[in-house]
């Protein structure tokens, strides 16, 4: 079970280190290691040793994680809740990445320029919105989480994230690894790689 | 009429926080003189009450009524191009009843956040007789809503659809909009479609994204939507049809050249949907060349205008231009100051006004580095410039290929779009470049949060995985070609060109001069 939980959350991070893969999954350093080790001698995942590598799933690790996760999901029962939770998601998704854009850029006079920061005013806005997006947002993953336990770490990512931006450290947001954006896209790989749905 | 404007020419346009600002656009096309397809605008007061008592305004029903049997009635009188169908245009397949448009445009542009609607059919018309040569048919003029073109496009962007820029859908379902005109249709109510459509449009503005977007950029809350209703006209008509958008000016060197896109035998919502290739506006002049002589008039004209550089969407059927919309201004950093620059040395505008014109941010903007576009420069493609900034490198097509080349020396990541499973590839690569998937994609986020300049949207290109190769117009570029992308002005260049900055910019420093001189006399 810990194995398809470090395959799978690795599957919907991409390509990314050690540490990432352990504080997505909540476990610590040495037992995610070991796990990818492991995984890595079946042939499920692959090192890539260069300055821009990390851990990352082989196609036979695609193609196990596909399999146990409809698995887990026809086992589960909870297809109509995880689907009607997708629903949801989608409605919320555009807004996400509204934001993430309004965060970037900023229009002047209907043109797109970059947004500098400069402007504190703005940047709460989006802020406010990011907020009220979140709180709309939650709901989503308890559902998910009722449905398969495994989506439970999502939330408390998502608001880590949020509470980090809320502090201060505003390029959590949108500007890291472990910004909100990021968490929200694999909770986004997640639901399609779940329910099968090809990107 | 308390509700409604006929577009018509009306000096003074009505004001538009009444009609709003695409409707305004209008009728200062009408006022010139060009051809718009007929049709009016719902006020934006009428949304307020919508929005208000939460139901239909009783006096709009009627008013809606009539003002759709007004525009059946005038429809006939577009018979002068001879062409045997009704109103300014119909699909080749449907004789019946009149189909129109029906768009949101609020005072302040918030581009794609409510909903447009084509392709509805009028019911006014069923209480008319069918044109002689269409075969009566209760099952035509029945409401519903067409679906040509089928899927989810059909209702597409609010404010135009030249700023269509996500690719995400909008949260009105064509099937739900059919079910409740059915529903209505079944109950004997004439217009229904029109009338749902209309609240559909209404109801828009207080979709979370819309409400989103008004936080953000300070708009009020109150103001509500103006809503379109015109004659559709078929830029997939027949050979001679088409859409597009032209600029009155390079809209990414602000040089004086007509400039835009043009999609042949489609309709507008194709040409920025990146589904479908366009061609260059240029191509126009060869195949069409009323109808590019006529445009190009038509912008020089609204330049005297406006005094500004400017951009009209159009959509020309069956050799017949239609002018859909028109707006001032709309250019980014450099192109902003060589426009203003240029139109004082043309007596356009004082030098005064062209100061004025150019904003502190749009003067930072400037300092962006581009690509020298000149003669020899070889533009492989023209995307959307989602991330500001050039990159010069070699092509690898897929984010394992980036990760490993990167290891010796830049590399441009050409992908259709990106997920996160390309994130090491983003990582790696100098710049972006993706084939579908508008500037809110994940690509265009991912890089803006890098600082990598990033294109997106260049359907001119096609990108070959499997062959490892980029393909585009009949040309095969391997991966390691060196490429470079400009991030603001879209364009994928074949080689290294030169790269400019704003310090180096004539225009700029001409700009710069006439403040100086302004602040000498104390003029500003």
């Known amino acids: 079970m810990t194995d398809l939980l470090v395959l799978h959350t690795l599957r919907c991070m991409g390509f990314t280190d050690l540490e990432r893969v352990a504080e997505a999954t909540g476990l610590s350093i040495p037992e995610t290691e070991s796990h990818l080790i492991d995984l890595a001698v079946a042939g499920l995942v692959t090192k890539i040793p260069s300055p821009f590598g990390g851990w990352g799933l082989t196609e036979a690790g695609k193609a196990a994680d596909a399999r146990l996760v409809a698995e887990e999901l026809a086992a589960s029962g909870s297809l109509p809740e995880v689907a009607d939770a997708y629903e949801t998601f989608l409605g919320l998704n555009p807004e996400l990445l509204d934001l993430c854009s309004a965060w970037h850029m900023r229009p002047v006079g209907g043109v797109p320029e970059v947004n500098d920061h400069k402007d504190a005013a703005y940047d709460g806005r989006v802020l406010t919105r990011f907020t009220d997006l979140d709180r709309r947002a939650a709901p989503v993953c308890h559902s998910l989480t009722e449905a398969l336990p495994r989506f439970s770490r999502y939330r408390p990512r998502l608001a880590a994230a949020l509470a980090r931006a809320e502090a201060g450290a505003m390029e959590h947001l949108a500007d890291t690894t472990t910004s909100y954006h990021a968490v929200w896209f694999q909770l986004h790989e997640d639901l399609l790689v779940t329910l099968g749905i090809p990107r | ?524």
């Open chain 2, 1 to 524: 009429m308390r509700f409604i404007h006929p577009l018509t020419p009306t000096t003074p346009p009505p004001d538009p926080d009444l009609v709003g600002a695409k409707a305004h656009g209008l009728f200062t096309l009408l006022n010139l003189g060009f051809p718009v397809p007929s049709g009016f605008v719902i006020s934006t007061e009428a949304c307020r009450t919508f929005l208000h008592d939460g139901r239909f305004p009783e006096d709009l029903s009627s008013e809606l009524s009539e003002a759709l049997s007004d525009l059946a009635a005038s429809a006939p009188d577009r018979h002068e191009t001879g062409q045997p169908y009704r109103g300014a245009g119909q699909p080749p397949t449907v004789d019946g009843p009149l189909l129109v448009s029906v768009r949101s445009g609020a005072a302040v542009s918030m581009p794609g956040m409510m909903n447009t609607l084509l392709n509805v059919v009028s019911t006014a018309l069923t209480d008319l007789a069918p044109p002689p040569h269409a075969a009566p048919s209760f099952e035509r003029a029945s409401p519903k809503v067409a679906t040509r073109g089928s899927d989810k496009a059909d209702i597409t962007d609010a404010v135009s659809f030249a700023e269509t820029s996500d690719s995400e859908t909008p949260d009105l379902e064509t099937s739900d909009l059919a079910d409740a005109a059915g529903t209505n249709a079944a109950a004997g109510k004439g217009d229904s479609a029109v009338r749902s459509a209309v609240e559909a449009v209404f109801s828009s503005w207080n979709t979370a994204r819309a409400v989103t977007y008004r936080e953000l950029h300070d708009i009020s809350h109150d103001l509500g939507t103006a809503v379109i209703v015109q004659a559709m006209v078929f830029g997939d008509r027949d050979r001679h049809s088409g859409s597009g958008v032209a600029f009155s000016r390079d809209p990414s060197t602000g040089e004086r050249v007509v400039y835009g896109d043009v999609l042949f035998g489609h309709q507008g919502e194709d040409v920025v949907s990146g589904r479908f290739p366009t061609r260059p506006l240029i191509d126009l002049a060869g195949r069409e060349s009323l109808v590019w002589a006529e445009l190009v008039g038509a912008l020089e004209l609204l330049e005297r205008h406006f005094r500004d550089v400017c951009h009209v969407e159009f959509t020309y059927e069956s050799g017949r231009l239609w002018l859909l919309q028109v707006r001032p201004g709309g250019l980014s950093g450099r192109a902003a100051v060589r426009a203003a620059v240029e139109m004082a040395d043309e007596g356009l505008i004082d030098r005064r006004t062209a100061l004025n014109r150019v904003t502190p941010r749009q003067l930072k903007a400037a300092h962006t580095p581009r690509i020298r576009l000149d003669g020899t420069v070889d533009v492989v493609a023209r995307g959307v410039g989602a991330s500001p900034g050039v990159a010069t490198g070699r092509i690898a097509v897929t984010a394992d290929q980036a990760a490993r080349m990167a290891a010796h020396g830049p590399v441009i990541l050409a992908r259709p779009h990106t997920s996160p499973l390309d994130m090491h590839g983003l990582a790696a690569a100098a710049g972006i470049v993706t084939t579908v998937g508008g500037p809110t994609s994940h690509a265009a986020v991912v890089a803006r949060s890098m600082g990598k300049p990033s294109v997106v949207s260049a359907a001119a290109i096609e990108v070959d995985t499997t062959a490892g190769c980029v393909r585009t117009s009949g040309r095969v570029l391997t991966e390691g070609t060196v490429i470079t992308i400009d991030g603001l002005g879209g364009e994928v260049v074949l080689g290294s060109p030169e790269i400019t900055t704003g310090d180096t910019d004539p225009h700029l420093a001409r700009l710069l001069t006439w403040a100086e001189e302004a602040i000498d006399k104390g003029t500003t």
